[in-house]
Nanobody, 125 residues
Framework: QVQLVESGGGLVQPGGSLRLSCAAS????????MGWFRQVPGKEREFVAS????????YYADSAKGRFTISGDNAKNTVYLQMNSLKPEDAAYYYC??????????????????WGQGTQVTVSS
């Protein structure tokens, strides 16, 4: 089992920045990839970014490239999502996930085996 706890969501103006954090605990060594997904009520959950702990390989959705950065701190078992130049369309619930491979997580939400409870990001003036 892996437990994931997100933090860092909130209200930000368009063009602003937020950093989301996800602290992992439990059998984290069995799940060497972490990722971020987001979901707007009434829509499907979509991939945002993922990272493989071992080699640090990262993957991004096209909507996140150039604006979002995923990173991890192995010592703290924590993954971050730095979000810059936020747009109203970035508003969503953001979910942290753990899985076996970051590339698979990019391809399908079924690549995520564990989910956090979500943190809300609101982008509005």
């Amino acid at each position: 089992q892996v437990q994931l706890v997100e933090s860092g969501g909130g209200l930000v103006q368009p063009g602003g920045s937020l950093r989301l954090s996800c602290a992992a605990s439990g059998r984290t060594l069995s799940w060497p990839a972490m990722g971020w997904f987001r979901q707007v009520p009434g829509k499907e959950r979509e991939f945002v970014a993922s990272i493989n702990w071992g080699g640090g390989t990262t993957y991004y959705a096209d909507s996140a490239k150039g604006r979002f950065t995923i990173s991890g701190d192995n010592a703290k078992n924590t993954v971050y999502l730095q979000m810059n130049s936020l747009k109203p369309e970035d508003a969503a619930y953001y979910y942290c996930a753990a899985g076996a491979n970051a590339g698979i997580m990019q391809s399908t939400t079924r690549g995520a085996s564990y989910w956090g409870q979500g943190t809300q990001v609101t982008v509005s003036s």
